[in-house]
């Protein structure tokens, strides 16, 4: 069975431009949650979708959105990129959030370097 | 708010003999979940394993096991027999009913021949 996949697996961008980023879940399961991880750190929660309405939404600036698709995939944007935008983003989908939520299953990130 | 703290950054491990990684948490709900996932220099981040807070016994995954001690808010991770396959930086998280995942600052675990 297939698992999270997430494209790009590496993309180079400039100071001001914009960026999306994909992910497809785990076939069956109607959420997705993306995390950005800075080198060296934990991950952080930026958004989660679940049956294609937002859920929750960390602690970002506006600069960031998310969508999900009817067929359950996500797309991050990250508008007006910033030096420190530059990170690993992951994408974790799940069959459920409640009552009990499902264990969430990680895609192999999107590695994001803005110049 | 919910906190998970790692206080170890760095452990090492001769191959075949027992390590244990130490995590600590903070929530104020009394439904939570609590995992330990392992990332590779790949940075893939897999699911190691589980613990639901309403669950007395603590979970056992092969040779992966956890210390879930409820009052004192820690949930430690036990490896045995490590392999050099264990190596990579660990990370605790804990989450309630929203699903949204709170990490900790992970441990970095080397295992020596």
């Known amino acids: 069975d297939a698992g999270v996949t997430q494209s790009p697996t590496h993309l180079i961008k400039t100071r001001g431009q914009h960026v999306t980023l994909r992910c497809s879940p785990i076939s069956g399961h109607k959420s997705v949650s993306w995390y950005q991880q800075v080198l060296g750190q934990g991950p952080q929660f930026i958004f989660q979708y679940y049956e294609k309405e937002e859920r929750g939404r960390g602690n970002f600036p506006d600069r960031f959105s998310a969508r999900q698709f009817p067929n359950y995939s996500s797309e991050l944007n990250v508008n007006a990129l910033l030096l420190g935008d530059s990170a690993l983003y992951l994408c974790a989908s799940s069959s459920r959030l409640a009552p009990i939520p499902d264990t969430q299953y990680f895609g192999p990130g999107t590695r994001l370097t803005v110049l | 708010a919910q906190t998970v703290t790692q206080s170890q950054p760095e452990m090492s491990v001769q191959e075949a003999e027992t390590v244990t990684l130490s995590c600590t948490y903070d929530t104020s709900e009394s439904d939570y979940y609590l995992f330990w996932y392992k990332q590779p220099p790949s940075r893939q981040m897999i699911l190691v394993i589980r613990q639901e807070a309403y669950k007395q016994q603590n979970a056992t995954e092969n040779r992966f096991s956890v210390n879930f001690q409820k009052a004192a808010k820690s949930f430690s991770l036990k490896i045995s027999d490590s392999q050099l396959g264990d190596a990579a930086m660990y990370f605790c998280a804990s989450t309630v009913n929203t699903g949204k995942l ?12």
């Open chain 2, 102 to 113: 709170i990490f900790g600052q992970g441990t970095t675990l080397q295992v020596k021949p």
